[in-house]
């Protein structure tokens, strides 16, 4: 288990490098010179030398990179050119808006996905199974923006349940700011649950035909049990690894439904700072999101050894 | 009222499909307290779901559509899943085939085990803990009480069935459903576990149901069989008139198949020459957990003359498939040689082999998955030729129709594998191996994934091809009845080690080894010569 878990990190910690390597190198392949870019085009060579020498874009890129690097390990992330505010605080506080929605999303979404995939697996051919999976299916083919829009359209304008524009922190008033993130998460939960149903069912199917359950059904085991206990354990491994990767892209792209919802995400100042060429908050965006995948893989890894006591022989 | 009543009476018992197509056409059987019987037939003769239907636990879809099932003065066909429920454990426990898929992989044994005692007893968590170990012990596995926090990824096959074993027989049941419960362990692990689940029922007091294609094990434990096939019972009676004095023709048929051959072995055809010879033969394996060499095959020494046939044979985990692998330079090997007509075969895949390679030729132990399903008969059969640059497309296609009619599929070369059976399918995978005419054909268990019957056709099918084209071949096998039919000479393999070697008939009629005369005494044959003295010796009174 030690060695499993060993072997987990360091492989996390060469991934980490690779996408640290990788950001700046992206950044810095784009072209065009940052400084004329920041400062426009009026601006004088002298000036423009100022602000290389502040910036240390005269010094050559390895030992730029260390630099980077060294300031991304003290916490500096540099400043917003288009701004001027640190890139750090900025991305942490648009990063929490993201994570409350789709971590909430896909708790919900999980909730709702493995009951409904084991029972359709359990009543395979049966109009149940047929009924779950055509609306498995359904929601997973609906675009995300367009069941936004129908969402906001129906319990916004129509029933005037919730707000439709806008957005208030979780400090600031919480009952407000839960009735701003009702519309994104339902949005999302539906949308997760329907490739989540359906690899749930999948799996199920596969350990349902297996003689360990014909075994347990042979001890007098009633149906509940044989779902919970001998089918859903064994079962779960794919879907876990589905989880991960669902949240590991959502943590990074909401930018969609961040931009239907008018949600301060993320996703969208990642979109904005593109546009904008605003770099060190582009590159610590990016820089985030691939280190939130990393470790959210990580914890899926850690977890297969508590589900099947197999992978902690590697 | 119940005392009089056999334990079992199953009476015109019906199965259908959901389309209505019949399964099961009105099947009787009948299974008194504590006796010992058997379902006999091959696949798809239904033996499985008559048992099955015992305990309701049929494939979804599968319904019972007719008849009583009487199992303890109750008719459990016509009880609700709830008190289907209370029956199945205490009252009718099952064992089933693949002990490596009985047990849940990620619970531990321990709580397998005391699932079933919670549910049907009341007794307290250390009670069952303290009945699980007794169990255990009984089972003959070392250190109980560390086998109940292992899982079973832990565990060979054979100790897998004895758990399996244990856990079923701790509830004491009436009737003890085993469904092929040996036929994916090997022969001695294979008696092993009968011996213990025959043993334990006889103290217990519990009724078998052995379901099974094999008359030699039903000729070894059983008072009385049934035989069926498609669907319908055959024949049945006392096991010892069926065996000796089957009225049914397909019931001898059976009973051939199983039998010791009388047929000697084909003669040597070809040269007395050295073909493929190993000296010193090493491989071994790392494990990677422990770190430790591990020598499957050990310094072996072995030659198989041309036109010969030699039988490997062996427990698992003796080393025999590996052996036959590393003899075609398939497995790296750490030490020896392996010449093929002086030369020596390297490892590697480079030109060096090229002529060994062309002239040796593997069969693979399952068809269902050494075919590639994707592609026609004619096809896979084709493969082989690809670099066989004197022969024209027509030439090859020539040989192909007349390879496919020598193992008698003339008409099969537009098919799919998964349109065959399995019989068929072996017939494919040999049609494969000789299409390109070669010297030597290593053949790991080519028949132990076939029914009784059709492993002496594809057994018989590889004799006389031998004869007519008389190359030689390396019969890997744990079946010594198979072995019989087709080696000259046998080699027994344990641990890595040759054991014992010599002609075949000294070896299995007098084997010298210990090893050897166990293997020979747990193989399931039937042997028409000594009628009443195997069976009296064997079967518990």
């Known amino acids: 288990m030690a060695a499993y878990l060993l072997k987990r990190l360091g492989m996390s910690a060469i991934t980490l490098s690779l996408v640290a390597v990788t950001v700046f190198v992206l950044i810095r392949l784009v072209p065009g010179d940052a400084a004329s870019l920041m400062l426009g ?42 701004t001027g505010q640190a890139v750090l605080p ?17 708790s919900l979404a999980v909730l709702i996905a493995i009951p409904a995939g084991l029972f359709a697996a359990w009543r395979q051919n049966s109009l149940s199974d047929f009924l779950v999976v055509t609306l498995a299916t359904l929601l997973l083919s609906v675009p995300s923006f367009w069941l936004g829009l129908l969402m906001l359209l129906l319990f916004g304008l129509k029933l005037g349940w919730l707000p439709v524009l806008g957005y208030v922190g979780f400090n600031e008033d919480f009952l407000r700011a839960i009735s701003f993130i009702v519309l994104p998460v339902a949005t999302l939960a539906l949308i997760e649950a329907g490739v989540l149903i359906r690899m749930a069912r999948a799996s199920a199917i596969e350990i349902l035909r297996l003689e360990y359950v014909a075994h347990a059904r042979a001890k007098g085991v009633s149906e509940w049990k044989v779902l919970a206990k001998h089918v859903l354990p064994n079962a779960f491994g794919p879907t876990l690894t589905l989880i991960g990767l669902l949240l590991g892209n959502l943590l990074g792209g909401i930018a969609v439904l961040e931009t239907v919802f008018t949600l301060p995400g ?30 959210i893989n990580l914890v899926v890894d850690l977890l297969y050894p508590v589900f099947d006591p197999r992978v902690a022989r590697v | 009222m119940t005392q009089d009543m056999p334990l079992l009476r199953i009476e015109n018992l019906e199965v259908s499909a959901p389309g209505g197509m019949k399964i099961l056409h009105g099947i009787d059987y009948t299974l008194d307290r504590g006796t010992i019987g058997a379902l006999v037939g091959e696949s798809g003769s239904g033996k499985t779901m008559a048992a099955r239907s015992i305990i309701k636990l049929l494939p979804p879809g599968l319904s019972i559509t007719g008849g009583r099932i ?18 199945r454990g205490p009252v009718a426990g099952m064992v089933f085939q693949e002990p490596m898929v009985t047990l849940n992989p990620v619970m531990t044994i321990g709580t397998q085990m005391a699932e079933a005692m919670r549910l049907h007893t009341s007794l307290t968590r250390d009670e069952i803990r303290q009945r699980s170990v007794e169990m255990l012990e009984r089972v003959q596995l070392r250190d109980p009480r560390s086998v109940l926090t292992a899982y079973p990824h832990e565990f060979s096959g054979g100790m897998r069935q004895r758990i399996l074993l244990a856990s079923v027989m701790m509830l004491r049941p009436k009737l003890l459903i085993a469904d092929e419960p040996t036929t994916a362990l090997d022969t001695l692990s294979q008696r092993e576990v009968l011996d213990l689940m025959l043993e334990l029922a006889r103290d217990f007091d519990t009724a078998v149901l052995l379901i099974t294609h094999n008359l030699g094990l039903v000729d070894r434990y059983t008072e009385h069989t049934a035989v069926l096939r498609e669907g319908r019972v055959v024949e049945s009676g006392s096991t010892a008139s069926i065996v000796r004095r089957p009225a049914n023709a397909y019931t001898k048929e059976l009973i051939a198949a199983a039998s010791k051959g009388d047929l000697s072995p084909p003669p040597r055809s070809g040269a007395n020459r050295q073909l493929l010879e190993a000296r010193g033969l090493t491989v071994s394996y790392r494990n990677r957990a422990t770190g430790k060499e591990f020598e499957a095959v050990s310094k072996l020494d072995i030659s198989v003359g041309e036109g010969e046939t030699v039988a490997v044979v062996g ?13 075609l330079g398939l497995v790296a090997r750490t030490a020896g040689t392996v010449e093929f007509l002086g030369k020596e075969i390297v490892d590697d895949s480079g030109k060096a082999n090229r002529e060994a390679r062309l002239a040796c030729q593997l069969i693979f132990q399952d068809p269902y998955s050494s075919l590639d399903p994707r592609q026609r008969v004619s096809r896979i059969v084709r493969e082989p030729l690809r670099h066989v ?31 065959l059976s399995g019989g068929q399918r072996q017939r494919v995978a040999i049609a494969r191996a000789l299409v390109r005419r070669p010297r030597l054909v290593v053949a790991d268990e080519p028949v132990s994934a076939l029914d009784m019957t059709i492993q002496a056709q594809v057994l018989d099918l590889i004799r006389k091809l031998q004869s007519q084209h008389g190359f030689a071949c390396l019969f890997i096998s744990h079946d010594l009845t198979a072995v019989r039919r087709v080696a000259q000479r046998v080699v027994v393999m344990q641990a890595g080690r040759i054991v014992e070697e010599g002609p075949a008939g000294r070896v299995l009629d007098a084997p010298a080894h210990d090893y050897t005369r166990a293997l020979v005494e747990a193989s399931p044959s039937i042997d028409p010569q000594s009628k009443a003295a195997s069976a009296e010796t064997a079967r518990p009174v």
């Not at chain 1, 900025?90 to 896909?106: E, K, T, Y």
Request: glycine share 10%; charged share 20%; hydrophobic share 45%.
């Open chain 1, 41 to 82: 085009e009026s601006a004088t060579e002298a000036q423009l030398e100022i602000l290389r020498q502040r910036w240390g874009l005269d010094q050559p890129l390895p030992i730029q990179f260390l630099y980077w690097v060294g300031d991304v390990l003290r916490g500096d992330l540099g400043t917003s050119t288009r």
């Open chain 1, 90 to 106: 900025l991305i942490l506080d648009r990063f929490q808006v993201s994570a409350v929605i789709v971590l909430v999303a896909m």
């Open chain 1, 266 to 295: 993320i996703g969208r100042l990642l979109v904005d700072s593109i546009y904008a060429r605003d770099y060190p908050v582009v590159q610590g965006c990016l820089l985030l999101t691939a280190s939130v995948f990393v470790m």
């Open chain 2, 70 to 87: 009487m199992l303890a003065g109750e008719d459990v066909a016509a009880a609700s899943l709830r008190r289907l429920r209370q029956v």
């Open chain 2, 315 to 327: 427990g698992s985990g003796s080393g025999k498939t590996t052996l036959g692998r590393a003899m």
């Open chain 2, 389 to 419: 640059p004197v022969m024209s497309d027509a030439q090859k296609d020539e040989r192909v129709r007349e390879v496919l009619g020598e193992v008698g599929l003339a008409n099969f070369g537009n098919r799919y594998p998964h349109q």
